[in-house]
């Protein structure tokens, strides 16, 4: 499957990147197609909230990094979000990310799925962030595939020495088993219930990708 990672850290080779090249590694053997975004050195600026995208298509009326952002989001299964910790959040450039995600509230997305990969220099510091993306999930009918955190990043390099970059090659390496949704499963749709859920289930069930694992 298309996997793209936003690494919204400002530094180009910090803690984040290094955990976002084992996971990368991970996925890219397991046979994924993965794309990294360094979202902390993009330009994108926070959503206006004007609605312009609702009555575009979900084209936004910002031009700016965003524009490109949007056009691998939109091949994309499975979308990363990987950022370090700034004040018990993920940093502002990941956050710019997010709200302009606003654009595709109506249209939908292509993606249906996340993984949050998170670094600090302090324990139980992300609580803000796995809520907010939590309630992101809900709404949207997403799915969080996985969720790692890495504390003790006191220095720029404190990541190249950690144990947990095993886990994250790991992570990387197995996700062949998630399964995928159509595009057209829009995430603000009502579900249905019943014999059309069954009817629907049957349909997902044809569409679906094969895991790399199946043959
Ligand atoms: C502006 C700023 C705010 C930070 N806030 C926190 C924080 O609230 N909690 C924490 O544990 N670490 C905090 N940190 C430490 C970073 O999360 C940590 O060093 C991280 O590994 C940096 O990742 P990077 O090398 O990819 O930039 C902060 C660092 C900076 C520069």
């Not at 606003?102 to 809520?131: C, E, M, Q, R, W």
Request: with cysteine; hydrophobic share 40%; proline share 4%.
């Amino acid at each position: 499957m298309k996997i793209t990672v936003l690494n919204g850290s400002p530094r180009a080779n910090g803690n984040t990147a290094t955990m976002v090249q084992a996971f990368e590694k991970g996925a890219t053997e397991a046979g994924h197609e993965v794309s990294v975004i360094h979202v902390g050195a993009k330009k994108v600026a926070g959503c206006l909230g004007c609605q312009y995208c609702f009555t575009h298509e979900g084209t936004c009326v910002r031009k700016d990094d965003m524009t490109e952002i949007w056009k691998v989001l939109n091949q994309t299964d499975l979308l990363v979000f990987a950022s370090p910790i700034y004040w018990w959040e993920v940093t502002a450039q990941t956050k710019a990310v997010i709200d302009r995600l606003y654009a595709h509230a109506l249209v939908g997305f292509n993606f249906n799925k996340i993984a949050l990969l998170f670094d600090s220099g302090a324990k139980d510091v992300y609580d803000a962030p796995i809520s907010m993306f939590q309630s992101i999930c809900d709404y949207l009918k997403w799915e969080n595939v996985g969720t790692i955190c890495i504390p003790n990043m006191e220095d720029k390099d404190s990541m190249k020495s950690s144990p947990m970059l095993e886990d994250v090659y790991k992570f990387g390496g197995s996700l062949s088993n998630v399964i995928l949704l159509p595009s057209y499963f829009h995430p603000l749709s009502i579900l249905p219930t019943g014999e059309s859920w069954t009817k629907l289930a049957g349909e997902l069930n044809k569409l679906r990708r094969p895991a790399a694992d199946e043959s």
